[in-house]
Nanobody, 113 residues
Framework: QVQLVESGGGLVQAGGSLRLSCVAS????????MDWYRQAPGKQREWVAS???????NYADSVKGRFTISRDNAKNTVYLQMNSLKPEDTAVYYC???????WGQGTQVTVSS
């Protein structure tokens, strides 16, 4: 079955950086677009970024210019490089196969002020 496993979350000070990874199995990764979402405490889950099979990318306005999504098809992995982190970026971050119900378990990112 499809499995998505995120890693790389943690506690970081404002202005710092983290790189999240999501390893996929059970799918042909190279023919699937991928997304990152996040959910902050008490808020709805929101879309963060997407990458297509040809590595075209899109970002939410709140992260544009600070976050970079990328993929390595040889490793079945999608990444989210997060720079200039802000306290409002604190959330559980999830990866997802676009246009599917396949989600990872999430990784916690906490940004202290």
């Amino acid at each position: 079955q499809v499995q998505l496993v995120e890693s790389g979350g943690g506690l970081v000070q404002a202005g710092g950086s983290l790189r999240l990874s999501c390893v996929a199995s059970g799918i042909i990764f190279s023919i699937n677009d991928m997304d990152w979402y996040r959910q902050a405490p008490g808020k709805q889950r929101e879309w963060v970024a997407s990458i297509t099979i040809s590595s075209n990318t899109n970002y939410a306005d709140s992260v544009k210019g600070r976050f970079t999504i990328s993929r390595d098809n040889a490793k079945n992995t999608v990444y989210l490089q997060m720079n200039s982190l802000k306290p409002e970026d604190t959330a559980v971050y999830y990866c997802k196969v676009t246009d599917s119900d396949h989600w990872g378990q999430g990784t916690q990112v906490t940004v202290s002020s």
